[in-house]
C-alpha cells in the first residue's frame, strides 16, 4: 500500500511539472534558436565591421606613405642631430673662426638689406659692406670670443652665483667694453675705408653719445640682451647669439629709418664730378 501510495505521488509530480516544463521550453528561444537568428540578422553588421577595418588600414597606409614622402624630403633627424653636434664641435674647437665667419657673415647681408631698403642709395656700396665686414668680423666676433671665453673667467673667476655672474659680466660688457671696445672701431673701420682721418671719427663718434644718445640706445637693447647671453646661452655659442640679435637690431633700426613717407627728393644731392676736359663734351 505504501508503494503504490509513493508511484501515484510521483506520477502526479511528475504530471504537474512537465506541463510547465513544457511551456517554458515553447514560449523561450533556445540556444540554437539564438545562434541561428544571430546568424540571420548578422551579415549586414558584419559587412560594415569589416568595411569600417578596410577604411581604416587605407587610411593608415597612406599617412604612413605621406609620412615616408616627407621624411625623405626632409633631413631626417639623425642627419639634423649629426650636423648640430658638427656645429657645437666646430665652435668649440675654433671659437675664433667660428667668431669671425659668423659675426661677417651677418654684417654682409645685414648691411646689404640695410641698402636695398636705403631709397637714397642708387647702387651697392662695396666699400661700406666691406668695412661692416671686417668690424663685425674682427671686433664683434673674435674679440667678443676672447673677451667672453678668456678674459671673463679670469676677472670673475671666484664668482660662484650664475646671476651675479651674469649680472657682473653684463655690466662690464655694458659700461665699459662698450664705449672703448665695441662702438669705437665701427668709426674708425668707415675712416680708414673711405680714406678719412682718424681725428674726425673719433670727433664724430664723440658727438654721437653726447648729442644723438648713441650709449642709451646701445644699452636699451644690448643690456637685457647680454643679461640673456650670460645666463641662458652656452659659452662657445655667446658669439653666434651676439650676432643674431645684432643682425636683427640692424634690420629693425634700417626699417624706422627708412619708412614709406622718404622719397628721392629728400635725399641729399651729390655735386656733379668736375670734367677734366669740359670742351671735349662741346
Not at 548578422?42 to 597612406?62: C, I
Not at 651677418?106 to 665686414?133: E, L, P
Not at 655659442?237 to 636683427?248: D, K, L, Q, T
Request: proline share 6%; glycine share 4%.
Amino acid at each position: 500500500a505504501a508503494l503504490l501510495l509513493v508511484c501515484s505521488c510521483t506520477r502526479f509530480a511528475s504530471a504537474f511539472i512537465a506541463p510547465s516544463q513544457s511551456n517554458a521550453h515553447r514560449f523561450s528561444p533556445s540556444a540554437q534558436d539564438n545562434i541561428h537568428t544571430a546568424a540571420t540578422t548578422s551579415p549586414s553588421s558584419f559587412s560594415v565591421v569589416s568595411t569600417n577595418k578596410k577604411l581604416e588600414r587605407n587610411r593608415s597606409h597612406t599617412s604612413s606613405c605621406k609620412q615616408t614622402e616627407l621624411s625623405a624630403a626632409l633631413l631626417p633627424p639623425g642627419k639634423l642631430a649629426a650636423i648640430g653636434i658638427g656645429v657645437a664641435k666646430f665652435y668649440k674647437a675654433s671659437p675664433l673662426v667660428a667668431g669671425f665667419l659668423t659675426a661677417s657673415t651677418k654684417a654682409c647681408v645685414a648691411d646689404s638689406m640695410a641698402q636695398y631698403r636705403d631709397v637714397c642709395t642708387t647702387k651697392f656700396d662695396f666699400k661700406r659692406n666691406i668695412a661692416m665686414v671686417l668690424y663685425s668680423g674682427t671686433v664683434l666676433g673674435m674679440l667678443c670670443a676672447i673677451m667672453y671665453n678668456q678674459i671673463f673667467p679670469v676677472l670673475f673667476a671666484g664668482e660662484t652665483n650664475p646671476l651675479v655672474l651674469a649680472v657682473k659680466m653684463t655690466l662690464f660688457d655694458g659700461f665699459i667694453n662698450a664705449p672703448l671696445l665695441w662702438l669705437p672701431p665701427a668709426y674708425i673701420a668707415q675712416a680708414l675705408i673711405y680714406n678719412n682721418s682718424k681725428r674726425d671719427a673719433i670727433r664724430k663718434y664723440v658727438t654721437d653719445v653726447k648729442e644723438n644718445g648713441l650709449l642709451k640706445k646701445y644699452w636699451s637693447l644690448w643690456l637685457p640682451a647680454s643679461l640673456t647671453n650670460f645666463m641662458f646661452v652656452p659659452a662657445h655659442f655667446r658669439v653666434a647669439f651676439v650676432a643674431g640679435v645684432s643682425f636683427f637690431w640692424m634690420i629693425i633700426l634700417s626699417l624706422v629709418a627708412n619708412k614709406g613717407d622718404q622719397d628721392l627728393e629728400s635725399c641729399p644731392v651729390e655735386p656733379e664730378p668736375r670734367l677734366l676736359a669740359p670742351r671735349a663734351m662741346e
